[in-house]
Nanobody, 124 residues
Framework: QVQLVESGGGLVQAGGSLRLSCAAS????????MAWFRQAPGKDRDFLAA????????SYADSVKGRFTISRDNAKNTVYLQMNSLKSEDTAVYYC?????????????????WGQGTQVTVSS
């Protein structure tokens, strides 16, 4: 079992930045991929970015490429999402997810561990 706890959400003006953190605990010695998703009211949970544990390979959704950066600190079992140039359409609940794998998946149903989510609100 892996437990995930997100932090760092909040209210920010358009054009601003936020950094989300996701701390993992539990069975963290297996290789696993960590990812960020978001879900706006009435919409699907959308993939944003993912990173592998050992090689640090990354993948991004086109909607955030160039604005968001995913990174991880394996010593702290923590993954980060640096979000720059935020827009009002980035407003959503942001979720951290994990799966014991070395393959990056972009569908939410491929991930079996989830955090509780953190709200990001971007005011225009």
């Amino acid at each position: 079992q892996v437990q995930l706890v997100e932090s760092g959400g909040g209210l920010v003006q358009a054009g601003g930045s936020l950094r989300l953190s996701c701390a993992a605990s539990g069975r963290t010695f297996s290789p696993y991929v960590m990812a960020w998703f978001r879900q706006a009211p009435g919409k699907d949970r959308d993939f944003l970015a993912a990173i592998t544990q050992r090689a640090g390979r990354t993948s991004y959704a086109d909607s955030v490429k160039g604005r968001f950066t995913i990174s991880r600190d394996n010593a702290k079992n923590t993954v980060y999402l640096q979000m720059n140039s935020l827009k009002s359409e980035d407003t959503a609940v942001y979720y951290c997810a994990a799966r014991e794998t070395i393959v990056i998946y972009t569908n939410a149903y491929n991930y079996n561990y989830w955090g509780q989510g953190t709200q990001v609100t971007v005011s225009s």
